[in-house]
């Protein structure tokens, strides 16, 4: 119950809207793609339930070309970001809406509507209409919908994108659970890389159309072939300065910082923002002299604007903390989270805690 995505495209008006892409994903897996707001998620998403056909390419369902299919042929099931459910009816009738249209019997329809809502821990609120129900409820209502017409493919569009963060929290814990207990593949596009992580399975990084890189998620995360796949998997984006490697060094803002086994030249050096601290972590971590532009306070945290001879730069330190902006600020960073990546972009060397990893 695989689907194959070989060399699609989509171009509309002579604009690409998806660079030619191949990808297989596997039964029983969750496939997150990952991209900021217009980078081809919904558009790649339209791709695979045949929404749209691809201008090239094909699409493979169980090894059966599939690229001309109508939606409605297909095994598939859809969730978005506005989910929607019928105002009028019970919970029961919502779930069991596609049952009907399919013509399945009654009994079938009562196992499955019954045997889903227990999934979605909606058994108690069978009676109820939509509107009776919390946001999280109705959006798990909406999610059985989709899943109870035991679809081989869910695609989920942000899902959650407009529920509050503590609805947010409680459904991206059960998700997991859901999607180990259905078989299906699940393809869930987000702009949080921490939803990726939290989600956990596969991501596929999405950038301008173009599908940057495709694994494991720790292992995208913690090994991003390019610099792109680095600032699209890391929020705040990650933080970059050209550098130069000679003699098995480089110069990071007046601090020599080890460089083994990469040739003479310039690179990038790239890392996280919440690998910048205030004070020094450990013996070797170098101090960076950066002037502070404007804080940000999440309640926990503190994001740092800074400008570092004439670049921006933003770090993401615990605690609250009482800095003026325009203020000289000395930021602290430990060797063994800076990457290194060539002229082209392309990684060259990638920071040491994540090989340790």
């Not at 039964?27 to 980078?39: K, W």
């Not at 094909?58 to 599939?66: A, E, H, K, S």
């Not at 959650?160 to 947010?168: C, G």
Request: hydrophobic share 45%; glycine share 8%; proline share 7%.
């Amino acid at each position: 119950m695989s689907l194959e995505l070989q060399a699609v495209c989509k171009r509309v008006d002579g604009q690409v809207h998806i660079h030619p892409t191949d990808l297989t994903l596997r039964p029983g897996t969750m496939n997150v793609l990952l991209g900021p707001t217009l980078s081809g998620k919904t558009s790649l998403m339209r791709l695979m339930a045949g929404l749209d056909r691809p201008t090239q390419g094909r699409v493979l369902w169980q090894g059966r070309d599939v690229t001309g299919q109508r939606v409605q042929d297909r095994q598939v099931a859809m969730v978005y970001q506005q989910f929607v459910n019928y105002p009028s009816m019970s919970v029961y009738d919502n779930i069991a809406s596609p049952l009907r249209l399919q013509g399945i019997d009654r009994a079938a329809i009562d196992a499955r509507v019954r045997e889903t809502a227990a999934l979605m821990r909606l058994t108690p609120m069978l009676e109820r209409r939509p509107l009776e129900l919390s946001g999280g409820q109705q959006q798990r209502c909406a999610l059985a919908r989709a899943l109870v017409k035991d679809a081989g493919l869910v695609l989920l569009d942000e899902p959650l994108a407009n529920l509050d963060y503590k609805l947010r929290e409680e459904l991206r814990a059960e998700l997991p659970r859901i999607f180990a207990a259905s078989g299906a593949i699940f393809v869930y596009a987000t702009t949080e890389p921490e939803e990726a992580l939290l989600l956990g399975g596969n991501t596929a990084t999405l950038w301008q159309g173009r599908v940057t890189q495709f694994g494991p998620a720790p292992d995208v995360y913690r090994l991003p072939v390019d610099a792109t796949t680095a600032r699209v998997f890391s929020d705040p984006p990650m933080n970059f300065v050209p550098v130069t490697v000679a003699g098995g060094r480089m110069d990071l803002g007046g601090a020599a910082l080890p460089a083994p086994g990469l040739a003479p030249g310039a690179y990038q050096a790239g890392f996280r923002p919440n690998h910048l601290h205030l004070r020094a972590p450990s013996g070797d971590a170098v101090a960076l002299d950066t002037r502070l532009v404007v804080t940000e306070l999440t309640g926990s945290e503190t994001f740092l604007h800074l400008d570092h001879a004439g670049q921006r730069w933003v770090g993401l330190v615990h605690g609250i903390h009482d800095l003026t902006p325009g203020m000289a600020l000395q930021v602290w960073l430990e060797p063994r989270h800076v990457y290194l990546f060539d002229a082209d972009g392309r990684l060259a060397a990638p920071a040491p805690y994540a090989q340790a990893a």
